[in-house]
């Protein structure tokens, strides 16, 4: 789907040297109070032994309420939407350590580790109250209380031996590579639950237990050998074994036991999977003056076994034979322009969540379930490049063009609440409810632009940047058994003006508009239209002796989104700092964030079967001092 940065959702749900990700906390909506600390590690080990390594952690409490419309596609044409307010805390403990060792054996001869390692603690609370209607009749209610305990573990390594051969560019590579992953902890479920259509209200009170493992071992080895001057051939082969188990027990409380004793089969389900892979390829490298072009090829073949073992035994086999090409050129009319051009294909396992057939109600109006006949998907990708640089005229041009495909695209299946689907009753669900299942479609295929041109404004000491982006996604997806196809475009203009008058005024003005056009082969009455707009000026201003002031000013516009979430707002912050210290590399600031007390959080989603506007808290006014001093210590050999 498309849309823009999404925030909040239910609390608790989640579950080589350094990396600009090793010391990042993902975006959040919300308000979160955050504590981390990061180290960096780098050093030579005598002669041959190069170590790289960090350590990250991370702790946050993240405090989200956030209010939801969800409209749905119906080939009926029956409106109906879903209402949502949650309100959720999220306690998350994260740890992650990064090495890489790089030991030089002797001249030809060099072996790369790399270990990594992540461990999280996940817990969470939210308080959801949602509605359902069809047209304006009201369909359902839940009021439901949602509490997770949560724990997960990743590790990974990989170990890379390398080899020259004494004939130049004669070299042979093996890279083994492991994965463990575990997800442990267990979710409680109370929840009040009102279907008007039959005056029936049932209630939910569950202790889930789940636990996911999974190993994956995989080995490559690659041969180059030169063919002539400007060209080389390339052998490689590799194999990969991934096996996923999952065991999800549900357990309704005793009230006889005063405890969670009661095993609940139409929501427990045991279930493993293992994926083999065998992928035998070669390659064509070819280099001559300004033109490079290399060409990659494979033959996989992939076995996917899954087996269920509680509460029925059952087994599904598939097999896939799949051809992988890859080619890349690349020409340099001078040394300031080049193209480039992609074709790249690969091929995407579902997930052992996508895989395992057990319903999920942990927000009971909205179900969704596995599918363990879920195939692989199959995507291609071609994408043009081009750029030019004038150092002259000091202007800059850069376009970029892309267009993918994916058979067997994993797609949402949805019976929407009312819908007297036999599924229901042979998941012994509530017709009432709403319930989704992954499922494999032919027909997405996007396409991408993006175009930027940047020109010196000599007279006003300033430079001009102005973008253009076109986007367009086409997606399919199952409506209560009637096929839906959404298709999204996107047209975008961004425009940013910054100054370099002087080493003491700098400023920055840009504004970027994006124009979204909605459309569903279904019902058209869903069709939507709507813009987004945002525009903002940066001032930044030395004053005297290190007397430093700074401000910035942001328009936010949103015009076609659901009742209510159409806003118009203005974001204004502003500091006043003094340089300190010698050589001023110290300051003290004081900054006033959102004077105008307005700031607002608004996105927008689309999916093959709905059209979603969300609404999160987000910090607003407040004032903080801050001190920055910076570090500079460098050594030369005079």
């Known amino acids: 789907g498309g849309g823009g940065d999404r925030g909040g959702g239910r609390g608790g749900r989640g579950g080589g040297g350094a990396t600009a990700s090793d010391f990042l906390v993902g975006q959040q909506g919300g308000i979160a109070t955050t504590h981390a600390l990061g180290i960096n590690y780098s050093d030579k080990w005598g002669k041959k032994f190069d170590v790289s390594g960090s350590y990250f952690f991370n702790m946050s409490e993240n405090e989200a309420i956030e209010s939801l419309n969800r409209e749905f596609v119906d080939v009926a044409e029956v409106s109906e939407i879903y209402r949502e307010a949650n309100n959720s ?98 979710s409680f479920l109370n929840s009040e639950d009102l279907f008007f259509s039959d005056d029936t209200m049932e209630l939910i009170d569950q202790l889930a237990d789940l636990g996911i493992e999974g190993w994956n071992l995989s080995s490559n080895v690659m041969y180059t050998e030169p063919v002539g001057k400007n060209s080389m051939l390339m052998l490689n082969y590799r194999i990969s074994w991934q096996m996923d188990d999952s065991d999800k027990k549900t357990f309704d409380f005793d009230e006889d036991a005063a405890d969670y004793e009661d095993l609940n089969n139409s929501l427990s389900n045991v279930f493993s999977n293992d994926f083999v892979t065998n992928e035998a390829g070669a390659g064509y490298n070819y280099r001559k003056g300004a033109t490079m072009i290399m060409t990659r090829g494979s033959l996989q073949w992939a076995q996917l076994d899954n087996e269920q073992f509680f509460p029925t035994v059952a087994e599904t086999n598939n097999n896939f034979t799949s051809i992988l090409p890859f080619v890349m050129v690349r020409h340099n009319f001078s040394r300031m322009k080049n193209l480039r051009v992609f074709y790249r294909t690969n091929t995407r396992l579902p997930t052992v969540e996508q895989l395992q057939n057990v319903v999920d109600n942990s927000n009971p109006l909205q179900l969704s379930i596995g599918n363990p006949d879920l195939r692989q998907q199959y995507q291609q990708n071609l994408s043009l490049r081009y750029s030019s640089t004038n150092t002259e005229k000091s202007t800059v041009f850069f376009t970029m063009l892309s267009g993918g495909t994916t058979k067997n695209y994993i797609a949402n299946s949805t019976y929407l609440a009312g819908t007297e689907h036999p ?77 370099n008058v002087s080493d003491k005024v700098d400023f920055t003005i840009s504004s970027r508009s994006s124009y979204n056009i909605v459309h569903n082969s279904l019902q058209t009455d869903l069709n939507a239209n709507y813009l987004q707009q945002n525009s903002r000026l940066k001032f930044n201003w030395i004053i005297g002796e290190g007397i430093v002031f700074r401000t910035d000013f942001t328009h936010q516009f949103y015009d076609g989104l659901a009742d209510d979430f159409d806003q118009s707002f203005f974001v204004w912050n502003m500091s006043l700092g003094q340089k300190v210290f010698k050589n001023k590399r110290g300051e003290i600031a004081l900054a006033i964030y959102d004077l105008l007390d307005q700031n607002n959080r608004i996105s927008r989603t689309i999916t093959e079967t709905y059209i979603e506007d969300t609404q999160t808290n987000i910090l607003q006014r407040f004032v903080m001092l801050n001190f920055t001093y910076n570090l500079r210590n460098f050594y030369s050999k005079k």
């Not at 959801?128 to 839940?142: A, E, I, R, S």
């Not at 973008?467 to 409506?479: C, D, F, M, S, V």
Request: zero cysteines; proline letters at 2%; a neutral charge.
């Open 423 to 499: 599924i229901f009753a042979e998941l012994e669900l509530d017709a009432g409810s709403q319930l989704t299942q992954p499922v494999n479609l032919d027909g997405y295929w996007n396409i991408r632009s993006f175009t930027t041109f940047g020109v010196p404004l000599n007279r006003i000491k300033s430079n001009l940047n102005i973008n253009l982006t076109g986007n367009y996604a086409r997606i399919p997806g199952i409506i209560n058994d009637a096929l839906n196809f959404s298709s999204n475009t996107t047209a975008g203009l961004g425009l940013v003006l910054s100054s």
């Open 89 to 186: 805390i999220t306690d998350n403990f994260n740890h992650r350590l990064n090495f890489r060792l790089e030991y030089e054996l002797d001249e030809s001869n060099s072996i790369i580790m790399r270990p990594r390692i992540s461990i999280q603690d996940n817990n969470g609370l939210s308080n959801t109250f949602g509605q359902t209607f069809l047209g304006d009749v009201l369909w359902n209610q839940t009021d439901n209380d949602y509490r997770s305990e949560l724990s997960g573990i990743n590790f990974s390594n990989s170990l890379l031996f390398r080899h020259r051969f004494a004939k130049r560019r004669r070299t042979l590579s093996v890279n083994f590579n492991t994965t463990y992953n575990e997800k442990t902890g267990v």
